[in-house]
């Protein structure tokens, strides 16, 4: 198996384990509000590093740090992940259209307005 197929593997195995962080003020999760921008490895002496790109629906999220610090636990969950980086950036800002069809059915569902 070469690099490529085992980052694959192991980004699905990351996309489960976020989908389990939830902001506390939202009926649904981080990667399917499209919060998570991008999930990349890299190899170096044997040490797999992860790192995470995210936004939050707001830059004056009140729930900020909480969010940031769930996904980097539930990245390193994942057992051959060694260390994480989780790096927040506003470019380009979150809007509803980033949201994953799960997301928009539930939230219509709770009747959450974004």
Do not use: H, R
């Amino acid at each position: 198996m070469d690099d490529k197929e085992k980052y694959e593997i192991l980004q699905n195995k990351v996309i489960e384990n976020l989908k389990q962080v939830f902001d506390p003020e939202i009926p649904a999760n981080v990667y399917d509000l499209g919060l998570i921008y991008s999930i990349n490895f890299e190899t170096k002496s044997n040490y797999l590093y992860c790192t995470v790109e995210m936004t939050l629906t707001s830059p004056s999220c009140p729930v900020a740090d909480s969010l940031l610090e769930q996904v980097k636990y539930v990245t390193l969950a994942v057992d051959e992940i060694d260390e994480v980086s989780v790096v927040l950036t506003f470019s380009p800002p979150w809007s509803k259209e980033m949201m994953s069809e799960d997301a928009l059915e539930i939230m219509g569902a709770s009747g959450a307005v974004i």
